[in-house]
């Protein structure tokens, strides 16, 4: 089941404080504290999409969730959808969505939130319809999001059973980070891989290191 909602703090602190069962949904018109990676904000001003989804916790869970954004929204828009690990949906360089796991015993919520209209929330980021893109017409704010909220849960669904090599063979070919130079707190190299455990795989001038989260830029 689908709830929605005008305007909520968060989607997903709203959502793992009502416990509902795995797929029940929650999504807001706007949200007044959208929470983002690393207890960074998220702008969720009227005109994007901010949703919440139950899902069986899952180390592969922050892609899944970012290649079932990516796969929907991708005909939406003329511009190619690509991916930067672990969380972000990026258009032209600049990012269109974002994806916040937040986990709750064996459940998590996967929060996905995506910039469809009006001006980009944040310097930086882009929209659908900045990109050139757009969603088709509807009577209210509803109707609009109703068929992108339920085709990215039904996409969810298909690829949470996919077994890890499966969906990373997938989840690759949209990930922009392979074979890139990239610098974080730390170290810099060159990524090699996304392992079976989601970790980004690094060559640097001493080895091999396996990235588990954090910030990555490309170098
Ligand atoms: C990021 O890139 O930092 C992740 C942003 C995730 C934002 C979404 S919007 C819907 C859901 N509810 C929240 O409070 N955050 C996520």
Redesign the pocket.
């Known amino acids: 089941m689908i709830y929605w909602l005008e305007s909520v703090d ?4 709203s959502l793992l404080a009502r416990r509902l069962p795995r797929w029940d949904a929650l999504v807001a018109r706007e ?1 007044t504290a ?4 690393r207890g ?1 904000s ?1 702008e ?1 001003p009227v005109g994007g999409l ?3 989804v139950v899902v069986e916790n899952d180390s592969l869970l922050p892609l899944r969730a970012g290649l079932a954004a990516r796969d929907v929204l991708q005909p939406h828009c003329p511009e190619r959808i690509g991916l930067k690990w672990p ?2 949906l990026l258009c032209a360089g600049s990012k269109l969505g ?3 796991c937040e986990a709750d015993d064996e459940l998590a919520v996967a ?3 995506l910039n469809l209209a009006g001006e980009p929330p944040i310097e930086g980021a882009t929209t659908l319809e900045a990109a050139g893109g757009s969603l088709p017409p509807a009577a209210d704010w509803q109707a609009r999001l109703e068929p992108l909220a339920t085709t990215i849960i039904a996409r969810l669904r298909e690829l949470v059973r996919l077994p890890a090599p499966e969906f990373l063979a997938r989840y690759r070919v949209h990930e922009q980070l392979l074979g890139q130079p990239v610098a974080w707190e730390g170290g810099r190299g060159t990524v090699l891989a996304v392992g079976t455990d989601g970790a980004l795989e690094v060559r640097t001038a001493d080895g091999t290191e396996r990235l588990h989260a954090g910030e990555v830029s490309l170098a």
């Open positions: 968060s989607t997903n602190r949200q959208g929470r983002g990676r960074r998220w969720s901010y949703m919440a969380n972000d974002g994806i916040l929060g996905i939130g």
